[in-house]
């Protein structure tokens, strides 16, 4: 009997190992095919700037002299409706069209070209408005141990990540939009709702929540956010125990598409 189990136990861990590797191989043949194909130009339009601060020397007005991604969502769309936008974030390999559907466990489950796939896909919380951007919006992607999806969101957490200043943007670009944000807040922390919090009651609310992101913050930046601002949450998991790797960023400034 022990020995079967034995057996079994073993037969387990290798179709594990296995599908893992294939679920890897299928994410890089849609990576190569999406970039293969993928139409993006750096836009260097000045765009509308989002809520500046009266504080001329703030890193604010650095960061808003970056480019927008412009992208041309057309071959995208054509391989998934589901497709609201696309995501880069510097210094990563996070450069990924993002999707939407109607839950938040579809995605986990199944990759850009809808095919069951443990790998999972980049994708924006069901209770987000992509064409608002609202309080809090909420992206969520697999760990991989290969760095695929979020798996190297792990590096904003490193010294050499955090003593680059350029790397403190997220490009965000949709269907309507241009967007830029800039990074306010990074740490890790136990699974919890508070963070992933899409709206709030009212200002103070959404106070109280800014203050308690930007305290756990661990990079060594000190930008400044305030009930005005409009959120963009990057989250993933740290391990196998429930931990999370969190990014927080604010819009900074926008653009209407040219295509």
């Known amino acids: 009997m022990v020995s079967i189990l034995c057996l079994s136990a073993i037969i387990f861990s290798i179709s594990t190992i296995l599908k893992w590797y294939r679920d890897n191989a299928k994410i890089q043949q849609i990576d190569k095919e999406i970039d293969k194909n993928l139409d993006i130009e750096m836009s260097e339009e000045e765009g509308e700037l989002y809520n500046p601060p009266h504080n001329q020397k703030s890193d604010y007005y ?130 919890e709702n508070y963070y992933i919090t899409p709206y709030f009651r009212d200002s103070e609310e959404k106070r109280v929540w800014i203050l308690t992101m930007q305290k756990r913050n661990v990079a060594p930046i000190s930008t400044t956010v305030d009930v005005n601002d409009k959120v963009l949450t990057l989250s993933t998991c740290q391990n196998n125990r429930g931990g999370r790797i969190v990014v927080h960023a604010k819009l900074i400034k926008r653009e209407k598409r040219k295509n």
């Open 62 to 191: 650095y960061y808003v002299t970056f480019p927008f991604y412009e992208v041309n969502f057309s071959t995208l769309l054509a391989k998934n409706k589901d497709t609201i936008g696309f995501i880069h974030v510097p210094n990563t390999n996070i450069h990924y069209p993002v999707v939407q559907t109607k839950d938040n466990s579809y995605y986990l489950k199944h990759d850009f070209y809808q095919t069951e796939n443990n790998a999972g896909w980049i994708f924006m919380d069901y209770r987000s408005d992509i064409d608002s951007i609202g309080d809090n919006t909420v992206i969520y992607g697999h760990a991989r141990l290969d760095e695929s999806m979020f798996g190297s969101l792990k590096k904003v957490l490193t010294t050499s990540w955090q003593s680059n200043r350029d790397n403190y943007v997220i490009f965000f670009s949709t269907l309507k939009e241009n967007l830029l944000f800039q990074i306010f807040s990074i740490y890790t922390i136990k699974s």
